[in-house]
């Protein structure tokens, strides 16, 4: 079985909810457990230019936001319904998602 891992960068605030519709579609349950993640605290940056709508922030300003860096394994056939889940729940207009192929079994 072919497994990936995931990595999404949200603010802190948003975590429980995003990882909570994650676990709802059974996708954070590793044998007789679930809820299986890690969550890091980092600061993410970025600046709104023309044409964005920011979540946070206002255009042309840099912003240091408090946010988490959550992890999980995830099937590779399970990729394309959880993308959809983290990007429905997400707060941001476009959220950073890394999708990372694991070559364990």
């Known amino acids: 079985m072919k497994f990936l891992k995931i990595e999404v960068f949200i603010p802190r605030e948003n975590t429980k909810k995003l990882m ?18 890690a969550e890091t605290p980092v600061t993410g940056h970025f600046r709104p230019i023309e044409g964005a709508n920011p979540y946070i922030g206002s255009l042309g300003k840099i912003e240091d936001v408090l946010e988490n860096k959550v992890e999980f394994r995830i099937r590779k056939s399970d990729l394309d319904e959880v993308m959809k889940i983290i990007k429905k729940n997400h707060p941001y207009e476009v959220p950073v998602i890394n999708v990372i192929e694991l070559f364990n079994d």
């Not at 909570?20 to 993640?37: A, S, T």
């Open 20 to 37: 909570e519709k994650i676990n709802e579609g059974g996708f954070l349950r590793e044998e007789n457990y679930d809820f299986c993640y």
